[in-house]
């Protein structure tokens, strides 16, 4: 009788194991991932062959590596995860490329809702009236109509500005957006000088940040410049 109990235990164990397998598979293939991933090697089948080729690889091998869970009795290593993340990252950089667009206003409520999703302090409504009248240049960008970050240059327009306020919600991390919210502003002081003349765009990344502004094109010298900054309240 207590083997007949300790098999059926075992069983339903068994199929409780197997169900969650399924249930990890299926969290990581969601319908609206799967009709995104293919619309977007749709359109690359016209525009660019060759990268939607090498699109609906990373799209067999993103669902080969969700598949085998449900075979794998072992745990999948670190690095194994980290490749599958990298094929899901490139799959849906294929969306963002297409469905990200860029804007030259920021509004009080969207710069709000901004600092608010990564934790920043925040201000008050006619603090940030008076600071989005004085910048020299703003960038917002969205994706599918979604605010996804934003970005200013603050400065005198002539020989220093500052890069200020480059945010990414947390969702859309990692998938080239704060980059590409960089360069538009780059971009912006570049087309807005005289030729001859030259203009210093300084910034203070967060410790950890700096290979992401050098990814820009900005210089990173510690032995000979260093930061500092003082916030000021009342």
Known sequence: ??????????????????QSRISVMLSQIQPHFLYNSLTSVMDLCDKNPKQAKAAIADFADYLRGNLSTLKEQKLISFKEELEHIKKYLKLEKLRFKENLKIEYNITISEFLEMVESVGW?????????????NTMYMVKATVDGKLAG??????????????????VKP???????????????KRLIEENINNGDKILIELTPTAGNE????????????????????????
């Open 1 to 18: 009788l207590l083997d007949h109990q300790a098999s059926i235990k075992n069983e339903k164990l068994k199929a409780e194991l197997e």
């Open 121 to 133: 302090n925040t201000y008050s409504k006619e603090q940030l009236d008076k600071a989005l009248k």
């Open 150 to 167: 934003i970005g200013r240059v603050v400065g005198d327009y002539s020989i220093v500005c500052c890069l200020s306020d480059i945010c």
């Open 171 to 185: 969702e859309f991390q990692n998938l080239g957006i704060g980059l590409k919210i960089t360069k538009e502003l």
């Open 211 to 234: 290979p992401f502004y050098q990814k820009a094109g900005f210089k990173y010298k510690p032995e000979k410049i260093t930061g500092m900054y003082l916030w000021i309240k009342k």
